[in-house]
């Protein structure tokens, strides 16, 4: 009868310590998604930098490329 409550507490302290490791590893899997997500926010405010400076170099090529139609344009404003 004694070895039942025995390896009862044994079994609670192993998933305790089960319990323990799980959390642990969580918590550091939730701190890389922190990170990652600080990381992706850079590089957003990067993308959006880049898209702007890029739609106006592409605005500039087009009014080279099609002067006449920018002036057109003008005219019917």
Partial sequence: M???PANATQAKDRNYMQ???SLA???R???QTADL???MK???DAMRVL?????AQF???AMELNPDEAEDEQRAS
């Fill in 2 to 4: 004694q070895s039942q």
């Fill in 19 to 21: 319990l323990g490791h």
């Fill in 25 to 27: 590893r969580m918590s």
């Fill in 29 to 31: 899997a939730i701190a």
């Fill in 37 to 39: 997500c600080e990381l």
């Fill in 42 to 44: 850079v590089n957003l």
């Fill in 51 to 55: 898209a702007a400076s890029h739609a």
């Fill in 59 to 61: 605005m500039t090529v």
